[in-house]
């Protein structure tokens, strides 16, 4: 078996996360009364939830590669389907470079190399990703959330002007991820449940609601946006009130309502968020610790922050939040309520893997320079972080009943040609992509409630936003296989629900109204179909 310390990080750090080392070595799975039962096979949801890519951005030309000398090569198994990407005239005759308005930065979609993985961070706020639409026509990307300037692994940098929005990497970089939609399942149809950044992307994924803002601080703020009922919805990057990470100069806030860890808590169901970076005794190998720890990428040498408070979702809720960042009682408990109240270390899920615990539901948020953020990581150092949890859970007796789900918070605004249908409205300021002021059609498109509005509709959730990837990696996924199924960040929320019974959230979150994910699996068997599962390289991203 692959050795649980192939993590990028240091063996010394692996270990000083191990709570109860006499337990580290055991790898007979913890065996527990659960109820529910599982809906179908899966006992073991586990979702890696990564940053800031759009679906054009990753797999444009998927399945077919560049595949120049010195790198990774990638040869599609015959018989693979195509995916809406990019071709024809969007790639020689895009109406990003076509349209003026673009300035310098009217570009054709172009391909990065590999030496190029460290680009620019787009802007990706709900009103520009709104603009970039315009109206439909999509053709306004560099104007609103181009960003110039990227740092490449070698120089010189990608681009000089805003164009370098329209770039795309190819299986010869984010190789790891055309393997597993190789092997497993992809669906070319799915969305943000809204527009705008990390923070809407993550809570949309465990309530399907922004709506609810009852506490805040540092107020008024761009983060939020009048509902229209005397409340507020969060459509920017708040960070999470009372977490003691957060800054106290920034606008800090607290949601209402429902999200996913009170139905598996009610349910009496395993799960837990685990975040690199949480663990605030830890003593990073360069002698960080608390909520300044960080880590020197491997891959580019900067150094960056593990923990980023905007992207722990439960941290915004009163029910599910561990603010102190208290740590479990022992690696057995992980998963249960303790002091850590489901909170952890990215680390923390590793050693309790370890020790043959696997919680019902793990959210896995890599540390920062893993997460594939724009700016302070790249599709490399993700794949070092995404290719370890695939291979070490493939190698786990657990493998057989897990399902890992890949989804992303949001698109960093990278290009992205295909535009859902609205299918919630809202009338703010901040909405465009109907016409001024509108996402929709007023008095006829359908508009969800809040969490504390009585059943009256809000504003400020313009669904749905910008297209990102999703794969579904299992034994029970349909191999090579592309769904078309509108989806949205709130259908993996419908699956955790769906597959144990749980409920919908209720009080508007989009769960009641999206698509379920069901169709990326073959449960139509009595044993899983898809049972040859890639080891695949952290370095590479192709099969060992």
Request: charged share 10%; net charge negative; with cysteine.
């Amino acid at each position: 078996m692959r050795s649980l310390l192939s993590i990028a990080t240091g063996v010394t750090l692996f270990l000083s996360l191990a709570i109860h080392p006499s337990s580290a070595n055991a790898q007979t799975p913890r065996i527990s009364v659960e109820t529910p039962t599982p809906t179908t096979p899966i006992q073991h949801v586990v979702v890696i939830f990564g940053e800031n890519i759009s679906f054009d951005h990753y797999f444009a030309t998927y399945p077919k590669a560049v595949n120049p000398p010195g790198q990774p090569k990638f040869f599609a198994l015959p018989g693979t389907p195509a995916v809406n990407g990019l071709s024809g005239t969007l790639l020689t005759d895009n109406p990003n470079f076509l349209n003026s308005a673009n300035g310098t930065g009217a570009a054709n979609p172009f391909r990065f190399n590999r030496d190029q993985a460290l680009t620019a961070d787009m802007n990706h706020s709900d009103a520009p990703e709104q603009e970039a639409y315009d109206l439909g026509a999509l053709d306004l990307f560099p104007k609103f959330t181009g960003a110039a300037g990227g740092t490449t692994i070698l120089t010189p940098p990608a681009v000089a002007t805003k164009g370098e929005v329209m770039g795309y990497f190819d299986g010869n970089t984010v190789t790891a991820m055309w393997n597993y939609a190789q092997n497993f399942a992809l669906n070319d149809n799915h969305f943000n449940t809204q527009f705008g950044p990390s923070s809407p992307g993550a809570i949309n994924l465990i309530s399907g609601q922004t709506n609810g803002i009852v506490a805040s601080t540092n107020a008024p703020s761009s983060d939020q946006i009048a509902d229209g009922q005397g409340g507020f919805t969060l459509v920017g990057d708040a960070e999470p009130l009372d977490d003691v990470c957060s800054k106290s100069t920034s606008f800090n806030a607290e949601l209402s309502g429902k999200n996913v860890g009170d139905l598996l808590n009610n349910a009496g169901l395993t799960w837990g968020w685990f975040q690199g970076g949480f663990n605030l005794s830890t003593v990073n190998p360069n002698g960080t610790t608390g909520c300044k720890r960080s880590t020197v990428s491997p891959i580019t040498g900067l150094t960056e922050g593990d923990y980023v408070e905007h992207h722990q979702p439960f941290q915004y809720y009163a029910n599910t939040r561990n603010p102190s960042h208290l740590r479990p009682t022992s690696l057995s408990t992980i998963g249960s309520t303790d002091a850590a109240n489901h909170q952890y270390d990215s680390l923390d899920w590793f050693n309790a893997l370890a020790a043959g615990n696997l919680p019902a539901v793990s959210f896995l948020k890599a540390p920062s320079y893993q997460d594939a953020h724009p700016g302070n990581s790249n599709p490399l150092d993700e794949q070092a972080f995404v290719v370890n949890v695939i291979n070490t859970l493939e190698q786990s007796p657990f493998w057989s009943t897990t399902a890992v789900i890949i989804d992303y918070d949001d698109s960093d605004g990278w290009y992205d040609h295909q535009m859902a249908a609205i299918a919630n409205g809202s009338f703010t300021t901040d909405d465009s992509v109907s016409g001024p002021n509108a996402c929709g059609v007023s008095g006829t498109t359908a508009q969800l409630p809040g969490p504390n509005s009585g059943g009256a509709p809000v504003q400020g959730r313009c669904m749905y936003g910008p297209r990102t990837p999703l794969l579904v990696i299992s034994p029970w996924a349909k191999p090579n296989f592309v769904d078309h199924t509108l989806t949205n960040q709130a259908s993996v929320l419908l699956f955790i629900e769906q597959n144990w019974n749980l409920g919908l959230i209720g009080g508007g979150s989009a769960d009641a109204i999206s698509n379920p994910i069901n169709n990326m699996f073959n449960f139509s068997e009595s044993t899983p179909q898809n049972t040859n599962a890639p080891i695949l390289s952290t370095i590479t991203g192709q099969p060992e």
